[in-house]
């Protein structure tokens, strides 16, 4: 059974920082872009963050970049997601997803998806 487990989620003030890890299991995520999403109250799930497997190409939504930093250990099957700067807009469920190949700016073709766990941005 496939399973992404996010974890690192809580409630922080605004400039405050977090760290968001998922934790993949159930198959080999060999050639897997891992990637971050998130959804607020409302509104449709945006894409955050994404990496390939070799580590070769990072993607940030022009939002975060310089604030959020995606990494990966493929030894351990884990993506990792440091949000720095934090906004009260950005309060939001972050969703861990993977992709066979890339993920880009859009949840097209993702194969599976963690549970979410719960960001909140105190202003």
């Known amino acids: 059974q496939v399973q992404l487990v996010e974890s690192g989620g809580g409630l922080v003030q605004a400039g405050g920082s977090l760290r968001l890890s998922c934790a993949a299991s159930g198959r080999d995520f060999s050639g897997y872009a891992m990637g971050w999403f998130r959804q607020a109250p409302g509104k449709e799930r945006e894409f955050v963050a994404a990496?390939?497997?070799?580590?070769?190409?990072?993607y940030y939504a022009d939002s975060v970049k310089g604030r959020f930093t995606i990494s990966r250990d493929n030894a351990k099957n884990t993506v990792t997601l440091q949000m720095n700067s934090l906004k009260p807009e950005e309060t939001a469920v972050y969703y861990c997803?993977?992709?066979?190949?890339?993920?880009?700016?859009?949840?097209?073709?993702?194969?599976?998806w963690g549970q979410g766990t719960q960001v909140t941005v105190s202003s």
């Open positions: 990496i390939t497997w070799s580590g070769g190409n990072i």
């Open positions: 997803a993977a992709r066979l190949g890339s993920i880009r700016s859009t949840s097209s073709g993702v194969g599976y």
